[in-house]
């Protein structure tokens, strides 16, 4: 299952994947682009098939893992490449901020709501594409601690709380789910994330990311081989970027921050389940 499948760097993930054979799932939000990649998906032994949603509304991820499950018996593989950027203040109609709930909730909701399913078990391996960083930079270092304080991060703030979400999410999702975890910092990728940056900010920092940014597709290979590395023990916690695996960074690896994280993970999911605690 690859979340944000429909472009980027999930997209080249699946892609490959069914290329190497895999029975492929993306979650995108773009009809036509899921219809695009399956219409040029490489005939092979693999299979792609999609589910399209809007991955901002907690009910909706939910709802699509309920689809999941009418389609695979279980999950082996999770690719978590859903997000956007967006330097602007928006909320989603369950109220949380868009980049915060498309970036990092509807992951960590998703990862719940399969787990719940039974369709995680000891073999699944998680793949997180997130900022991930050998050590996180002092702008970057936040805490979870305040829920009131997380709610009042916006834009590109919240764009980094998600990015470091997903990271203390990573840190306990092999103890908290029973499978593999895997957190992964692609670096600089020509993707088209930046398209809601304004055109003049996103040509302006363009040329300072020229020489590191690499192709989706490239990005991909070195995904799908992480993926398939038989050195990567099950039940293991492992963070990598373009240059290799390294060890969780110290600001993450701390317990009580990842407990923090996912209180407020539970109080927002919970504040968007209904009363009975079932899909809205
Ligand atoms: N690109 C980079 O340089 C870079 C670097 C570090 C980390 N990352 C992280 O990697 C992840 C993937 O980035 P990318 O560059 O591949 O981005 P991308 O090309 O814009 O792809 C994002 C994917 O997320 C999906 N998506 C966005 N909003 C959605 C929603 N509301 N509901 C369902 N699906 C939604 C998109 O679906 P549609 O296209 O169908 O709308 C698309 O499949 C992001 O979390 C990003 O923060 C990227």
């Known amino acids: 299952v690859v979340t944000g499948g429909t472009d980027g760097i ?19 939000r773009s009809r036509a682009k899921a219809d695009a990649l399956r219409a040029a998906a490489v005939p092979g032994p693999g299979r792609l098939r999609a589910v399209v949603a809007d991955l901002s509304e907690m009910a909706t991820v939910r709802r699509v893992v309920g689809d999941l499950a009418g389609m695979v018996d279980r999950v082996d593989l999770l ?10 203040t928006e909320h989603t109609t369950e109220g949380i901020e868009k980049d915060f709930a498309v970036g990092y909730l509807a992951r960590f909701v998703l990862l719940e709501e399969a787990a719940a399913r039974g369709l995680l078990h000891p073999g699944t391996r998680l793949l997180t594409v997130a900022a991930s960083s050998r050590s996180v930079p002092r702008y970057a270092q936040m805490e979870f601690s305040d829920l009131a304080e997380v709610e009042r991060r916006v834009g590109m703030r919240s764009h980094g709380q998600a990015q470091l979400a997903n990271d203390l999410l990573t840190a306990q999702a092999a103890r908290r789910y ?22 003049l900010l996103r040509a302006a920092i363009k040329p300072f990311f020229a020489r590191t940014t690499r192709t989706p597709d490239a990005v991909a290979v070195q995904v799908v081989d992480i993926l398939a590395d038989p050195a990567i023990p099950p039940g293991a916690t492992v963070f990598h970027d373009k240059r290799g695996p390294f060890p969780t960074a110290a600001f993450v690896a701390d317990p009580a921050r990842q407990a923090d994280l996912l209180a407020v993970s539970l109080a927002l999911g919970a504040r968007t389940a209904r009363p009975d605690g079932r899909a809205g």
């Open 178 to 199: 029973g499978i593999t975890a895997i957190g992964y910092g692609p670096g600089s990728v020509d993707t088209s994330i930046r398209r809601e940056v304004p055109a």
């Open 79 to 88: 690719v978590q490449a859903v997000g956007i950027l967006i330097a602007r």
């Open 10 to 28: 999930g997209a080249a993930t699946a892609r490959r994947l069914v290329a190497e054979g895999a029975d492929v799932v993306v979650v995108g």
